[in-house]
């Protein structure tokens, strides 16, 4: 795929036989809490100047952090949150 308008007009999907690379979105909050809320990935995670340490307990903590996500998004931050599915 050739991107020729800003990620912020048109956010690209790059995908192959065994993933896909796009935009979050609220619909993955179940899929991606359980990532999130594991102690051992927890300890992997880089939360370098983020607002938490990516270490969520429940739904409506996984949600508000896409919500933020999504927000800097919109506002054309330099941001971007790529959901990947194997």
Not at 26 to 52: G, I, M, P, V
Not at 58 to 78: A, G, R, V
Request: hydrophobic letters at 40%.
């Amino acid at each position: 795929m050739s991107i020729k308008s800003s990620i912020f007009e048109v956010c690209p999907i790059f995908e192959s036989a065994r993933f896909q690379l796009r935009l979050v979105s609220l619909e993955d909050s179940w899929d991606l809490l359980e990532c999130y809320s594991d102690q051992k990935s927890a300890e992997l995670f880089n939360s370098d100047n983020c607002t938490s340490d990516f270490n969520f307990s429940n739904i409506k903590e996984m949600h508000d952090s896409i919500s933020l996500w999504l927000k800097e998004y919109n506002e054309k931050n330099t941001f971007v949150f790529l959901y990947s599915i194997f």
